[in-house]
């Protein structure tokens, strides 16, 4: 369905009347909201994939699947459809994959609210570029592969990263012992504190008993 999808396009009549707009003056409102738009993630289904261009807007997106530049990148797709699919979907596991085990560690995170985060880059891969249908697909296929523990529950797919970085493993392996150093120094001394108050009490106790003799004697 991917294919179709970046395809799809070829088989429709795409006429489209094209008409002069003034530009908007600079500070209006408009103005704002056009340079926060080609600042920002945009809407998703107006990005082509092939050419890694986003366009504002229906009429900009039909205007681009009938450009010399969007033809020519399909004719490539067209002839090598399996492998660049495969390499849209290796990238888009690398973003996610990163973007969850960079920001999140081994955290127990919501699978869509990660997927929130990989758009936030508009160059970001589309999935419905990639061999995956849906997010549950994806998040699925990560489980089967062990990159990550995933579960189903009632707000959703969660994702845990499983850590397999040997220097990382070593690195916080090396914390661990260093945490229970710490604890168990930190035990011995509050031994060693609480035997030394209770010889001190000894001791005051013996010196007590002295004193009461000599004053004793004396009376």
Not at 2 to 11: F, G, P, R
Not at 44 to 49: E, R, V
Not at 141 to 169: N, S
Not at 180 to 185: I, K, L, S, Y
Request: hydrophobic letters at 30%; glycine letters at 6%; proline letters at 2%.
């Amino acid at each position: 369905q991917t294919s179709a999808n970046l395809l799809k396009t070829h088989s429709e009549n795409h006429t489209t009347a094209t008409t002069t707009m003034p530009k908007a003056e600079k500070g209006t409102p408009k103005d704002i909201a056009n340079r926060m738009k080609a600042k920002g993630l945009q809407k998703l289904k107006f990005y082509c994939q092939m050419c890694h261009k986003q366009c504002r807007d229906e009429n900009g997106f039909k205007c681009h699947l009938t450009s010399d530049s969007h033809l020519r990148q399909m004719k490539i797709f067209r002839d090598n459809a399996p492998g660049i699919m495969d390499d849209f979907s290796a990238e888009f596991e690398k973003g996610y994959v990163e973007t969850l085990r960079r920001r999140h560690g081994t955290q127990r995170m919501n699978a869509n609210n990660v997927y929130q985060e990989v758009i936030q880059d508009k160059h970001h891969v589309h999935m419905n570029s990639t061999k995956w249908t849906t997010l549950t697909d994806f998040v699925q296929y990560l489980g089967k592969k062990g990159i990550c523990v995933v579960e189903e529950t009632e707000r959703g797919w969660y994702v845990t990263y499983i850590e397999r970085d040997p220097t990382l493993l070593a690195r916080q392996e090396a914390q661990r012992r260093k945490a229970e150093a710490d604890q168990r120094e930190e035990r011995l001394a509050a031994e060693r504190r609480e035997v030394l108050r209770m010889e001190a009490a000894k001791a005051l106790d013996r010196a007590g008993g002295v004193v009461e003799r000599k004053a004793s004697e004396i009376g």
